[in-house]
T-cell receptor
Framework: AQTVTQSQPEMSVQEAETVTLSCTYD???????LFWYKQPPSRQMILVIRQEAYKQQNATENRFSVNFQKAAKSFSLKISDSQLGDTAMYFCAFMRGGSQGNLIFGKGTKLSVKP | DSGVTQTPKHLITATGQRVTLRCSPR?????VYWYQQSLDQGLQFLIQ???????AKGNILERFSAQQFPDLHSELNLSSLELGDSALYFC?????????????FGAGSRLTVL
């Protein structure tokens, strides 16, 4: 069974600074996808970024980028130029390839951006 | 607005009762997923449907059932409710059923069991 571990329950960062959220996962699959979802106080789950395991290049989306280390089974999220609106719970998630595309989530990291 | 519509937004009921949560997927999406988010269990996958057929099952209790209708909307039925069933229930949808698809989540239905 696949597991996803986020070892930082809470983090804080000053506005405009950079912060990195950690995620590790365990799987024996070779074909899979990794995601970061954001859940602001509104409780809506919002996709931040997605990474295909077969791609060596790290995914980026504007201020958000990942450091994907396949051998180490590590998938960290870097947020640059942090903004107050980045305050949220961040969930790392795993999805195996194939015909059953359900997400397995970590416990989440609560990020607070301070002015 | 994500395009995934969930109703009701909030629901308060008593132990032993039965409730139905409804989800309309994003236009064009054939897969519907149900997730439960609680403080102690985190985000748990319950069940997935693709084009009306059950595709995958997660940690769904026997007291819970779901279905996807021909118009692709889905309902999650929760019966014999217990205090521990209080949670935020999310529906998500995707175009296909394969792992390459991105899930789009609805705003959730918050269930409180008293």
């Amino acid at each position: 069974a696949q597991t996803v571990t986020q070892s930082q329950p809470e983090m804080s960062v000053q506005e405009a600074e950079t912060v990195t959220l950690s995620c590790t996962y365990d799987t024996s699959e070779n074909n899979y996808y990794l995601f970061w979802y954001k859940q602001p106080p509104s409780r809506q789950m919002i996709l931040v970024i997605r990474q295909e395991a077969y791609k060596q290049q790290n995914a980026t989306e504007n201020r958000f980028s990942v450091n994907f280390q396949k051998a180490a089974k590590s998938f960290s999220l870097k947020i640059s130029d942090s903004q107050l609106g980045d305050t949220a719970m961040y969930f790392c998630a795993f999805m195996r390839g194939g015909s059953q595309g359900n997400l397995i989530f970590g416990k989440g990291t609560k990020l607070s951006v301070k002015p | 607005d994500s395009g995934v519509t969930q109703t009701p937004k909030h629901l308060i009921t008593a132990t032993g009762q039965r409730v139905t949560l409804r989800c309309s997927p994003r236009s064009g999406d054939l897969s519907v997923y149900w997730y439960q988010q609680s403080l102690d269990q985190g985000l748990q996958f319950l069940i997935q449907y693709y084009n009306g057929e059950e595709r995958a099952k997660g940690n769904i209790l026997e007291r819970f059932s779901a279905q996807q209708f021909p118009d692709l909307h889905s309902e999650l039925n929760l019966s014999s409710l217990e205090l521990g069933d209080s949670a935020l229930y999310f529906c998500a949808s995707s175009v296909g059923d394969a792992g390459a698809n991105v899930l789009t989540f609805g705003a959730g239905s918050r269930l409180t069991v008293l």
